[in-house]
């Protein structure tokens, strides 16, 4: 993977967790605080989950030590939550603006909360994070499907025809 491609794959990331949000941000609160008996419970919980894993590597990116998963009382409402997200969203495309190609095939170190030690190459764990949150988004749709509703769409292709739209993407 290069920087370009890198890019280019958190904003579809991006794209995809916002339009979660925004679809969340429309239901009533308590479906979205019903616990659905989902690997996470809620519809919120999930997203407390995805919010909090990217939060993590992000850190472990910068060379952080924060391995303390987020916790619901830290973003007690769904705006809390996504001014969360917005944060942690910028410093990824911010880390992965600054991520040059050479830098995207080095290795990093970092612990788990359980105080395990690994090492990654960076571009490996950067697809790793896309591939969690696109699995926890999944989730969210099911649930929000589960309670009668229609999801947002997040499919990469939508992505790659709403971005053609606006000729930002080749």
Not at 85 to 108: H, M, P, R, S, Y
């Amino acid at each position: 993977m290069n920087q370009q491609e890198m890019k280019l794959l958190f904003a579809f990331n991006a794209w995809a967790t916002n339009r979660i949000f925004d679809g969340v941000a429309a239901m009533p609160p308590g479906q979205v605080m019903q616990d659905l008996k989902s690997s996470h419970g809620s519809i919120y919980l999930t997203l407390v989950h995805l919010v909090g894993a990217e939060k993590i590597w992000l850190s472990r990116w910068e060379g952080n030590l924060d391995s303390a998963f987020l916790q619901p009382a830290e973003v007690p409402s769904l705006e809390k939550l996504r001014e969360l997200w917005n944060t942690v969203g910028f410093g990824i495309a911010k880390f992965v603006a600054g991520a040059n190609d050479k830098k995207l095939q080095e290795i990093f170190e970092m612990k788990t909360s359980k105080g395990e030690t690994f090492r990654h190459i960076y571009w490996q764990a950067m697809l790793h994070l896309v591939d969690h949150s696109t699995y926890h988004r999944g989730q969210v749709v099911t649930l929000i499907r589960q309670l009668g509703l229609k999801p947002p769409v997040t499919m990469m292709t939508a992505f790659f025809r709403e971005t053609a739209k606006l000729g930002s993407v080749r």
